[in-house]
């Protein structure tokens, strides 16, 4: 990676968090090594859709920090299901250095990038399994774009909170889960934070 697009994600990574959220240099230096590995995975492997260094800053790295500012004190392990290239797991693990973070990834190849890209990160740890799977119970599960359909297993065995990074389409009822006003996220639009805890 060049050194003018390090410099670049550097840059749109500052300005889009200014005013949101504080970055120490170890924890831009991660997540600026992160991004370089997914791009040059990305070459092979479809780990993410979007190219636009910016769209890529924002979508994959802001809204994960965003969600990690939300994280309560009494959520201590988190699981992220549908982990894919570790987002949101991977930045809420740098953010949240306080925090155990389990990336949960079915399809192999992508569990494979994910043990390379966390090998620095000792909160983390990568099951290549499927969510429905794991016989461990954790405090929070967060996830970003998996379908609502594709989490309802999980969201009744894995955890009873649950922080997603979603778009428009509001939570089913049948999620068992009561869901806080969504948070909307500082860039773009139609684009939110969901923060529920599964009813009594």
């Given at each position: 990676?060049?050194t003018?697009?390090?410099?670049?994600?550097?840059?749109?990574?500052?300005?889009?968090?200014?005013?949101?959220?504080?970055?120490?240099?170890?924890?831009?230096?991660?997540?600026?090594?992160?991004?370089?590995l997914?791009?040059?995975?990305?070459?092979?492997?479809?780990?993410?859709?979007?190219?636009?260094?910016?769209?890529?800053?924002?979508?994959?790295?802001?809204?994960?920090?965003?969600?990690?500012?939300?994280?309560?004190?009494?959520?201590?392990?988190?699981?992220?299901?549908?982990?894919?290239?570790?987002?949101?797991?991977?930045?809420?693990?740098?953010?949240?250095?306080?925090?155990?973070?389990?990336?949960?990834?079915?399809?192999?190849?992508?569990?494979?990038?994910?043990?390379?890209?966390?090998r620095?990160?000792?909160?983390?740890?990568?099951?290549?399994?499927?969510?429905?799977?794991?016989?461990?119970?954790?405090?929070?599960?967060?996830?970003?774009?998996?379908?609502?359909?594709?989490?309802?297993?999980?969201?009744?065995?894995?955890?009873?909170?649950?922080?997603?990074?979603?778009?428009?389409?509001e939570?089913?009822?049948?999620?068992?889960?009561?869901?806080?006003?969504?948070?909307?996220l500082?860039?773009?639009?139609?684009?939110?934070?969901?923060?529920?805890?599964?009813?009594?």
């Amino acid at each position: 990676m060049s050194t003018s697009v390090s410099t670049a994600f550097r840059k749109v990574l500052l300005d889009r968090l200014r005013g949101i959220a504080e970055l120490t240099d170890v924890q831009i230096e991660a997540l600026e090594s992160h991004y370089n590995l997914l791009v040059q995975w990305n070459r092979k492997l479809n780990l993410t859709a979007i190219h636009d260094l910016e769209q890529m800053v924002e979508r994959h790295y802001c809204e994960s920090v965003f969600l990690a500012k939300h994280v309560a004190a009494g959520e201590f392990r988190v699981v992220d299901v549908g982990s894919g290239a570790g987002l949101p797991g991977f930045p809420l693990a740098v953010y949240r250095p306080d925090r155990l973070f389990t990336l949960v990834e079915s399809h192999q190849r992508k569990a494979a990038f994910l043990k390379e890209a966390t090998r620095a990160l000792p909160n983390v740890r990568v099951l290549a399994s499927r969510a429905e799977q794991i016989g461990e119970t954790f405090d929070l599960l967060v996830s970003r774009a998996v379908s609502y359909r594709d989490l309802a297993g999980s969201l009744h065995t894995l955890a009873p909170a649950a922080d997603l990074l979603t778009g428009a389409e509001e939570p089913p009822p049948d999620l068992g889960f009561r869901w806080n006003p969504p948070l909307p996220l500082p860039w773009g639009k139609r684009r939110y934070l969901r923060i529920g805890h599964r009813a009594r």
